[in-house]
């Protein structure tokens, strides 16, 4: 776990003023519960629904064939223009443009409906929780699901191909607010998602 992971974990108030909750934890019933503070869950509904915006596939056309309707095939998908929705959605054969193609139109529906649908089971058991989230198995998965994309699009909004640009932050100086603040997030998002890891895995 990161330096930065480990002083979002540790601080009952970080320094970007917000009151950050205790993540994740397995009960001795062997339940997976969150604690959020009010801060944390308008934080996380408010990029969650972003990324619902982000991923949602475009609605076939009425005219589509209707097996290609029924299998997902999407003859209208193209490389998204958008580098970070790229990442989410990568060319499956960088080096061969006509294969990826051909890929792309078979499987990137599926792949954004598969997205969406992990960000509408994190948003929906915010909306139905309190400050306390009991997670099912699959409603955890979802959780992880939409995490890794949330951290990914911030991610390379941030510039992170690698480990080493993420540590290289901590020594620049005369960063701005607002790139500060970002950061504060994707290290928030990358404890968060390892608290949920950890209470995955056997006691």
Known sequence: MSDSVDDVEGDDESNTGWQVGAGFRRTHFGRIVGHFTDEERELLE???RQMVE???PAP???DADPLARLVGIDADAEIP???ALLRLLPDAYPDDPEASAEFRRFTERGLRESKLANAQVLLGS???SGSKITLSAPQAAGWLGALTDLRLTLGHRLGIVGDDDHEAWYGEEDVDDEINALRFVYDWLTWM???LVHALMPS
């Open 193 to 195: 998602q390892e608290s």
């Open 81 to 83: 223009e958008d580098p």
């Open 54 to 56: 982000f991923v949602s």
């Open 60 to 62: 076939l056309d009425a």
């Open 126 to 128: 915010l909306e139905h």
């Open 46 to 48: 408010n990029l969650v």
